[in-house]
């Protein structure tokens, strides 16, 4: 007896996702990070004009690599709080909370990224936003070193030198800076010029992104609120 057509639905229904879930997973297989991409991370510290306009031309840049790069900083940034001298340490006898510093570490990266990637397409940029990702992701290398470096000297410097960590706290951020600078002018393939203008433009609009965003979960408390004061106000006269 022939299947109907009604029979063969749900089976038809199920090959997308079946199709999906399978193209993920050689996604997987075929973009699985390398003993090399390992080895190109530390190459795109040393050498980051080089190597990051050769990532934007020969695509050497791995997504997984730059999400492990994600995660060793937010392990560098609990191991400084928690690590570090409490001489040194302005954390000293806080609780820790996760998800807090999870928060911290990864709106402003999310928001860069879109803001950047938004600013930067209708800026005739070249790179696209995966590109921006691994870049931005890439760059974060010398804050990952500043962070586990800062605790180990904390317990060789008396409180007379905090000065000292200041600056090397302080050299860790301009290095990613300019790695970060770099990494946009490369990609994108802009002059110095256009790189400063971008980056001021994308600061701006990640704060109008933070601004939309605000207005519009404040948008929805207030119908959720209005929706439920109709609710309590039918209830009271229905069973009043």
Known sequence: MKPSAKSDLPKQARKPLKQYVKDFGQWCRENWPT???????????????????????????????AVLLVLLLFVATIFDRQARSFMHNPYYNTPLDLFYELRMMLIPGVLFVVANWSVTTLMNGKGTAKDVFIATCYSLQPLIVMHFVVPLLSYALSLDDAAYLTIVVAMGWIWFGLMLYIAIMQIHEYSFGKTFL???????????????????????????????????????????
């Open 198 to 240: 971008t980056l001021i433009i994308t600061v701006v609009a990640a704060i109008i992104i933070v601004l939309i965003c605000m207005l519009f979960f404040s948008l929805i408390q207030e119908l959720v609120g209005f929706v439920y004061s109709i609710y309590r106000e039918i209830f009271l006269r229905v069973y009043s």
């Open 35 to 65: 003993k090399a991409d390992l080895r190109y991370a530390l190459t795109v510290l040393r050498h980051p004009i080089d190597e990051f306009w050769e990532m934007k031309r020969s695509q050497k840049g791995n997504v997984f690599v």
